[in-house]
């Protein structure tokens, strides 16, 4: 096989696994986490492969929940974002240079506060929770692939077929939908792809600090959070699973990414 075929087959495996990963999540039934005294704090074992907590739930269901609910608010949150980059990015290329001029300013802007601290101060304002969690990912994220996108129309504004295109009468929206929009095609869907490690990192990082997801829900950086006050007696499984499982998530997400922008890429999609 040669080095494309190889690449297409590991997206595949990667795709797959997320995909069983996030089923999984979601069809754990509610008693599979719930409260169990009898076996509390029981340490790995093949009925129990990560664990069980200090309230005896198993670690592995509340793992695979929260990795679910994880996966759900990167996808959601990281498909906002490239269409919020995509429609900007057009903007700032196809408008005038005041526009333009303000479009990087607010890009500027957005990429001089750190995205953690943006995040909590939109979350706290939109209430907290899963939707002002989704909001200031969306809203906080979108600024790199704005800027790729506006380059890439700047460039696609020079080219020849474009120039016969408005000799031949056509009208702007004819341009943008059927010249512009289609080269867009292959930087939106990688873009996409690599938000979700950032957006999945930054959601745990917030549901850690209390900022983001409810205690009630099982999310990676609500357990992970909670297990700071059990390491110290011993119960290293609490942190070192659920952590693991996080950084193996966001490795394939990334993998995923870059394996997709080699296969799209017109420079190394016949290498």
């Not at 205690?215 to 659920?242: D, N, T, V």
Request: with cysteine.
């Amino acid at each position: 096989m040669n080095r494309r075929q190889k690449l297409l087959i590991l997206t595949i495996l990667i795709t797959l696994i997320i995909v069983c990963t996030y089923l999984a999540g979601i069809c754990i039934s509610e008693e599979a986490i719930a409260v169990d005294f009898t076996n509390a704090k029981l340490k790995p074992s093949l009925h129990h492969l990560f664990g069980t907590d200090w309230l005896g739930r198993d670690l592995f269901a509340r793992t695979m929940k929260g990795l679910s609910i994880s996966i759900t608010v990167g996808v959601v949150a990281s498909a906002i974002s490239a269409i919020i980059a995509v429609l900007i990015g057009i903007a700032s290329a196809a408008s005038s240079k005041v526009i333009d001029s303000i479009i990087n300013w607010v890009i500027d802007l957005v990429m001089g506060v750190p995205h953690l601290i943006l995040i909590i101060l939109i979350s706290f304002a939109c209430g907290r929770g899963l939707k002002g969690l989704l909001i200031g990912i969306a809203v906080t994220h979108w600024t790199s692939l704005a800027r790729l996108i506006r380059a890439e129309v700047l460039g696609l504004r020079t080219e020849h077929y474009i120039a016969v295109s408005r000799k031949l009468g056509k009208s702007n929206g004819f341009i943008l939908i059927h010249h512009i929009l289609p080269h867009m095609i292959p930087q939106f869907i990688v873009g996409l792809v690599l938000m979700f490690p950032h957006a999945i990192l930054h959601e745990a990082s917030v549901s850690f600090l209390g900022y983001g997801l409810s205690p009630e829900q099982p999310a990676i950086g609500i357990i992970l959070s909670e297990s700071m006050k059990y390491l110290s007696s011993g119960m290293w499984w609490l942190a070192f699973f659920p952590g693991l499982t996080l950084v193996s998530i966001v490795f394939l997400f990334d993998r995923l990414g870059d394996n997709l922008k080699s296969l799209i890429d017109p420079y190394s999609a016949q290498e």
